[in-house]
């Protein structure tokens, strides 16, 4: 059976507290691309104790929907994948890098997650991405047609194309940061299969130098504000830009925390900090 026949689409959008309409038409893309990235935090867990993810939907929705679990990009777009697909919109799942720093886009493997989706009132694809999770992520999935700005919630992002060796454009997301645009991620129009993102989760949990798997890094955006746990240090960045941190005093108050602020139940018995 298809997976847009099969998804449990109301535990999901009772997930997410969506209450609007479920039609494939461009206002329900845009509601539920924030309603999800509002209510489910993107961290990293499963990695950090050395399980590598499920990417079966049946999986996805076990822990993303029915338990208080968030996850990573893989996960996270792919059950968005899954929900538009059942309220009728065209998906097409991509591959990016997370270019955040990046001198040369090519010096990062493509390991991102991301989904090109085409509404029925639109001739437009429009670029979603609700597994980014940091400040540059988009609230609102954005056309995409190069060098237009779009705002949302406070945030400013756009879509550039720039040159590279390949038979297709690529484009690259840039967000405002201070005062200036920053590249966020690079990517092409090719699909991706399941079979392709499987290996490249795989890499993401286990890659010796992978982040994921040495620390907790949590996130969670939130209406009025962003949280970010990297290890100990929780930092709150507040919508007008204020920022404050503190170092989480040990292993007891991360714990709490994550239960607290980021609304995830902690997998029994494992250890946080190293």
């Not at 969506?18 to 999800?36: P, Q």
């Not at 899954?82 to 065209?90: D, E, I």
């Not at 047609?145 to 705002?151: A, N, Q």
Request: charge should be negative.
């Amino acid at each position: 059976m298809p997976d847009e026949q099969r998804f449990d689409l109301d535990a999901y959008l009772d997930r997410i507290g969506w209450r609007g309409a479920r039609s494939a038409d461009l206002a329900t893309l845009r509601g539920v691309h924030r309603a999800h990235l509002l209510s489910l935090p993107f961290e990293n867990l499963d990695p950090l104790r050395g399980a590598v993810p499920s990417l079966e939907l049946d999986d996805l929705t076990a822990k993303l929907v029915h338990g208080r679990r968030g996850g990573y990009c893989f996960e996270h777009n792919l059950l968005l994948a899954g929900a538009l697909r059942a309220l009728g919109f065209g998906v097409t799942v991509l591959s990016g890098r997370v270019v955040v720093g990046a001198e040369r886009l090519e010096s990062r493997p493509r390991a991102h997650a991301l989904l090109l989706v085409r509404a029925a009132d639109d001739p437009r694809p429009h670029l979603g991405d609700v597994g980014f999770g940091n400040l540059g992520a988009m609230v609102e999935p954005v056309p995409l047609v190069p060098d237009v700005e779009f705002r949302a919630d406070g945030r400013r992002h756009r879509l550039v194309q720039v040159p590279h060796d390949g038979p297709l454009p690529q484009w690259v997301l840039q967000a405002w940061r201070e005062d200036d645009w920053a590249a966020q991620l690079a990517f092409t129009e090719e699909p991706f299969a399941l079979s392709d993102l499987v290996t490249q989760n795989w890499y993401a949990a286990t890659y010796s130098d992978s982040p994921f798997i040495r620390r907790p890094i949590v996130q969670r955006t939130l209406s009025a504000r962003h949280l970010l746990l990297d290890g100990r240090e929780l930092t709150e960045t507040a919508r007008d830009g204020t920022v404050t941190r503190r170092e989480l005093a040990d292993e007891g108050e991360v714990r709490r925390v994550l239960v607290g602020e980021f609304g995830i139940d902690v997998p029994e018995g494992m250890a946080l900090l190293p």
